[in-house]
């Protein structure tokens, strides 16, 4: 009795604490669903009021995959309700369910809500967009991911599930009722987040590409292909080709396969699957505003490949990133160091994260100058002036500073003339290179596409530039699966990776172990991240299967609990300051001999606590844990092993660069 009058109250008590909300200037709270949802526990099951439900998932494109299928259903005569702000976890599908039913419920779920909430939305469609590495901190790597999708497919049998065909991962999820979407397009450069074949491990190969992972791909081992299409986007100039139908050209704010997966989701539920006139930009989604006679666009950047996309889609003239470090943004941004930066030239940096955003760009060879403020208004004071008039800013804001960029545009605020300098806080000047030495540096690469998964190729170009800097010539060798290793590499490196991507690196590896053993005992300097440091030692254990490592180094990995991961500050011998980073691994290390690379200030390092320390030193190995740029966030490091580099040749002692602004941004990431 007691339940069933909870029950009732549910929704109206819900609705008046929005009510109210709304009426005290709180809008966007989640309270109204966690009332809902308190008042009864089964309230999300409510959706089934609703005739048609359709459930979008997947790492990036969803919130504009259910703006633009509510659309597509309203213009086809429905009534819809959906969760159009992007509120997609449990107290947010709840408040969205307090809306008075309609022909249509869409509602966007995050990955990880949809195991427990897809049975009681009980959706006849669910659409999957693409699965992306995100927030690696918070959610891990992007197979685990996938796997909780499927998990989540599994407890909806009867529902269709419209995958997107073109991605390996998403179009590996299993289902009774499969539909594929599938995109042609010019290709795009953008790093892909599928180490190999997700049914069988195995490299993958591609006939063509659209972006990142995306593509005409092949398993050349178990046949593993991208699938038949139910539903074909093409891209022209002229027209948005849907199943045949010439739609209207696509504007740069709508990313195809959004508009792709609307169209064969509602194409999917038997419904019309036709537009007129497609959407104006919102502001944060592509939008722009016109200030100082400036064009002014803010996008969200939350990934490698949202951000990458975004600024292929807006070149501009400058660009303001706005850089955060928070839960919702991932606290780990080692991922800039794989977005393409290309079409950037003049940018400026705010956020708590600026530092780390203008060590970034200054490693990016096109970029003359770039400059930080602690005030989202100085730095975008600081933009406009960097934009020649009558031309284009691009705002590109991680999650958590996207209010701050709409609040830096708001119409009410906006500035005719570009406001007045203000001194920056730190600016990555141009570093003129130093007299020319007859030198080449030979950087090698190993198996980027497999262990790079964690910002580590960053490291190669940290390297190089470095040694451009001091007029020495250098170059990268990305060295594939199925590459050979030149004997005369000066410097190797290794990246982190999920433990699919190292499984395929081990095998490849164990095929040069000779030649690494050997490079290891002649001392040619390498540095092995994670991932591709595990592989070095006696044993590994990957994907719960134990394999036998090269047996250079003494070290023995192990699975263990928990998985390692966050910030890591680390006092190495090597260098004079803390060493400053992140970790991220479910292998924990226990050193058989040798020397600990350094001992733990926070975090954990080898194992659990930092109780085996930190990494690894032998001769002029390098192993650790810090993952990511971690040679542009401690330049010492990258010096100490450029300087084992011209001990070895005989060079001399290397010129000294300076560092200040990096060494200003390790330490405020260590205390903070
Ligand atoms: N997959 C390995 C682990 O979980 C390595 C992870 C990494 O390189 N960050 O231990």
Redesign the pocket.
């Known amino acids: 009795m007691k339940q069933t009058l909870a029950r009732l109250l549910a929704r109206p008590l819900a609705r008046a604490a929005r009510q109210g909300l709304k009426l005290a200037g709180h809008g966007g709270t989640s309270l109204p669903g966690r009332i809902a949802l308190a008042f009864d526990p089964a309230f999300i099951a409510r959706a089934r009021r609703f005739p048609r439900r359709v459930v979008v998932t997947g790492t990036n494109g969803k919130t504009s995959t259910v703006s633009l299928i509510t659309l597509l259903l309203r213009s086809a005569g429905l009534s819809v309700v959906s969760n159009m702000e992007g509120a997609n976890m449990r107290q947010g599908l709840a408040a969205a369910l307090l809306a008075p039913p309609a022909e249509a419920l869409v509602m966007e779920v995050d990955e990880f809500t949809l195991p427990e909430t897809a049975r009681a939305l009980d959706p006849q469609l669910v659409v999957v967009t693409g699965l992306f590495r995100d927030q ?1 901190d918070r959610y891990g ?1 992007v197979a685990v991911v996938r796997d909780t999708l499927q998990r989540a497919i599994d407890t909806v049998p009867e529902a269709t599930i419209l995958l997107n065909g073109d991605d390996p991962l998403t179009a590996s999820l299993r289902a009774a009722r499969r539909r594929f979407f599938r995109l042609t397009q010019a290709a795009l450069d953008v790093p892909g987040d599928c180490a190999g074949c997700p049914q069988c491990g195995a490299p993958l190969s591609y006939r063509s590409r659209t972006y990142a992972q995306l593509g005409e791909f092949e398993c050349p081992a178990c046949g593993f292909a991208a699938p038949e299409a139910d539903a074909r986007g093409v891209v022209l100039p002229e027209a948005f080709v849907f199943n045949g139908t010439a739609l209207p050209p696509l504007p740069v704010h709508l990313h195809p396969y959004s508009v792709l997966a609307s169209l064969a989701a509602v194409d999917a539920l038997g419904l019309p699957a036709r537009i007129a006139a497609w959407p104006a930009p919102i502001l944060g989604r592509g939008g722009s505003v016109t200030m100082a006679r400036r064009k002014v666009t803010v996008v969200l950047g939350k990934n490698p490949a949202s951000v990458s996309w975004n600024l292929a889609q807006h070149p501009g003239d400058a660009h303001l990133f706005l850089v955060n470090n928070r839960a919702a943004d991932g606290r780990d941004v080692s991922w800039l160091w794989d977005v393409n930066l290309a079409p950037v030239s003049r940018a400026v940096a705010t956020g708590e994260r600026a530092l780390e955003m203008l060590t970034r760009l200054r490693y990016e060879p096109q970029i003359a100058q770039a400059s930080a403020y602690p005030k989202p208004e100085e730095a975008f004071a600081a933009a406009l002036r960097e934009t020649p008039e009558g031309g284009h800013l691009v705002v590109v804001a991680t999650y958590t500073q996207l209010p701050a960029a709409l609040a830096l545009t708001d119409t009410a605020r906006r500035p005719t003339a570009v406001p007045a300098a203000v001194a920056p806080e730190a600016v990555a000047q141009p570093r003129a290179p130093l007299a020319r030495r007859p030198h080449h540096v030979r950087i090698a690469l190993l198996f980027p596409e497999q ?1 790079g ?2 910002g ?1 190729s960053g490291n190669a170009v940290v390297l190089q530039k470095r040694l451009q800097w001091r007029g020495i010539e250098a170059s990268i060798d990305r060295i594939g699966l199925s590459d050979v290793l030149s004997a005369d590499a000066d410097i190797l490196l290794l ?5 699919r ?2 499984r395929l690196a081990l095998a490849s590896m164990r095929a040069m172990q000779p030649m690494l053993k050997a490079m290891a005992e002649d001392g040619v300097p390498a540095l092995l ?6 592989p070095y030692g006696e044993s ?1 254990t ?1 994907e719960g299967v134990e394999h036998e490592g090269l047996g250079i180094l003494p070290i023995v ?1 192990r ?1 263990g609990k928990p ?2 991961v966050g910030k890591l500050c680390v006092n190495s011998p090597l260098v004079p300051h803390t060493l400053v980073g992140f ?6 290390t226990t050193l058989l001999g040798g020397t600990r690379l350094g001992e733990v200030v926070s975090g954990n390092g080898n194992a659990a606590t930092g109780s085996q320390g930190e990494g690894i030193l032998l001769h002029r190995t390098i192993g650790t ?1 810090l ?1 990511g740029p971690v040679l542009a966030r401690n330049p010492a490091l990258a010096d100490v092993m450029l300087g084992w580099v011209a001990e070895r040749h005989g060079w001399g002692a290397l010129d000294p660069l300076e560092d200040a602004m990096e060494a200003r941004a390790a330490r405020a990431l260590c205390a903070g």
Do not use: A, I, K, S
């Open positions: 690696l790597e262990l998964t964690y580590d990246g982190g990776g999920e433990d991507g190292q991240v994670c991932g591709g440091l595990q590994l990957l990995t699975p998985r390692l970790e991220n691994h479910g292998g924990h844990y993952h």
